[in-house]
Nanobody
Framework: QVQLVESGGGLVQAGGSLRLSCAAS????????MGWFRQAPGKEREFVAG????????YYSESVKGRFTISRDNAKSTVYLQLNSLKLEDTAVYYC????????????????WGQGTQVTVSS
């Protein structure tokens, strides 16, 4: 009943920037918190960033804190991730995720998943 579609991924030089978007559709009333996970080749999926329904609470992994910024626009049912100062190790498939609780924490973001968008950082 809820679909999440990511966009904005691509190839970027180390030190560069990208802006990812994720638009929710379907039963958007069920979407509370939103956020992002990523999975690099040969590694487990890891939490990147999350944001609560009201946008007040944000959460970042230590590896991206200070470089990435999460935001949302509830009128568009969309969450964004601004990726700055990109490093080679940021290369991964980035997945949009949402929860029904509204919290947007790493512990709650597991109810709905997008298909992912590839981010590749080159030297």
């Amino acid at each position: 009943q809820v679909q999440l579609v990511e966009s904005g991924g691509g190839l970027v030089q180390a030190g560069g920037s990208l802006r990812l978007s994720c638009a929710a559709s379907g039963r958007t009333q069920s979407v509370g918190g939103m956020g992002w996970f990523r999975q690099a080749p040969g590694k487990e999926r890891e939490f990147v960033a999350g944001i609560s329904w009201n946008g007040i609470n944000v959460y970042y992994s230590e590896s991206v804190k200070g470089r990435f910024t999460i935001s949302r626009d509830n009128a568009k049912s969309t969450v964004y991730l601004q990726l700055n100062s990109l490093k080679l190790e940021d290369t991964a498939v980035y997945y949009c995720v949402a929860d029904r609780t509204g919290w947007g924490t790493p512990q709650t973001l597991h109810d709905y998943w997008g298909q992912g968008t590839q981010v590749t950082v080159s030297s």
